[in-house]
């Protein structure tokens, strides 16, 4: 048997903000909180143990001495690309540059604490 990921945990300034981010991105909700500040959301009516990740916002005070080296690819659900697109930057995130070139079909975005991650192009079973 092989393992797979239960949890992600995301160090944050701000739980509650990135927690409303992240949840309204995924179509998360919230799962329980820490005595420590942090929250965990996840898929509803599944939670921790599910077969999707849950996410745990974990609240870190230091300064982030440089990007991520780990980032999220998202993809669209129920829309297509563009109008994702225009979800996500109503939602707060913003674009960022890593380099790309522009031939790209994924757009390179940052969440509100300046996390990168990826809308990706193909639409998928949200299931």
């Given at each position: 048997?092989?393992?797979?990921?239960?949890?992600?945990?995301?160090?944050?300034?701000?739980?509650e903000r990135l927690a409303a981010f992240w949840s309204e991105v995924l179509g998360y909700v919230e799962i329980g909180r820490e005595d420590d500040g942090s929250i965990e959301i996840g898929p509803p009516g599944v939670?921790?143990?599910?077969?999707?990740?849950?996410?745990v916002l974990s609240p870190n005070s230091?300064?982030?001495?440089?990007?991520?080296?780990?980032?999220?690819?998202?993809?669209?659900?129920?829309?297509?690309?563009?109008?994702?697109?225009?979800?996500?930057?109503?939602l707060g995130a913003k674009p960022a540059d890593v380099g790309q070139t522009g031939e790209e079909?994924?757009?390179?975005?940052?969440?509100?604490e300046g996390n990168v991650f990826c809308l990706l192009h193909r639409r998928i079973d949200p299931a």
């Open positions: 048997m092989a393992c797979r990921i239960s949890e992600l945990i995301l160090e944050c300034a701000d739980p939670g921790f143990g599910g077969p999707q990740p849950t996410l230091a300064p982030r001495a440089e990007k991520l080296r780990l980032h999220i690819d998202v993809n669209p659900t129920d829309r297509d690309q563009d109008a994702e697109l225009e979800r996500l930057l109503a079909d994924w757009h390179v975005l940052e969440d509100p």
